[in-house]
């Protein structure tokens, strides 16, 4: 586990396209891969580029990044019409507030977009994260390509 060492949330900007990535894949390699079947793992994987990233906030998605004051980047999350989207954490940065920090920040961004809810598609990795994070479930879990996934939302106050 990383040290709790203070934490910036800022924009994603194209450079950290890359390190995004690897966020993402670490993570679902490590920790979603217990509760999701190898080959939707590597399917997942095999999409999450940095290109698709980069393609993601060009149409207009609202990435996050958390970093440390080095720079290092450990964390990413999104709003995508009202929908928080690809939040993760990299293994070693869990537990430590940072995914906390980002849901704050992306819920932030929908207020100021003047939503009056977020909406999630859970892993069932996060689903008790989420819950912890005010989040309610708003159905049955569904069957995806990308495998179970449960709606989740939140009422913004």
């Known amino acids: 586990m990383l040290p709790a060492l203070p934490i910036t949330i800022r ?20 920790s979603n891969a217990a ?3 190898a080959d ?13 990233h980069r393609s993601l906030v060009e149409a207009g998605r609202e990435t996050l990044v958390a970093a440390y004051a080095a720079g290092r980047l450990i964390g990413t999350g999104a709003l995508d019409a009202g929908e928080l989207a ?10 430590l507030g940072v995914g906390r920090q980002l849901v704050d920040a992306i819920e932030r961004l929908a207020r100021e977009r003047g939503l009056a809810e977020v909406t999630l598609r859970s892993s069932v990795t996060a689903v008790e994260f989420y819950e912890r994070m005010g989040f309610s479930r708003l159905g049955p879990p569904h069957d995806t390509p990308s495998g179970t996934q449960i709606p989740m939302g939140k009422p913004l106050g």
Do not use: C, H, W
């Open 11 to 30: 924009s994603f900007r194209p450079d950290d396209a890359e390190a995004v990535a690897s966020i993402v894949n670490t993570t679902m390699q490590r």
């Open 35 to 37: 509760d999701y079947p």
């Open 40 to 52: 939707v793992i590597d399917r997942l994987v095999a999409y999450n580029t940095a290109a698709k």
């Open 86 to 95: 690809t939040l993760f954490v990299l293994p070693e940065a869990q537990g």
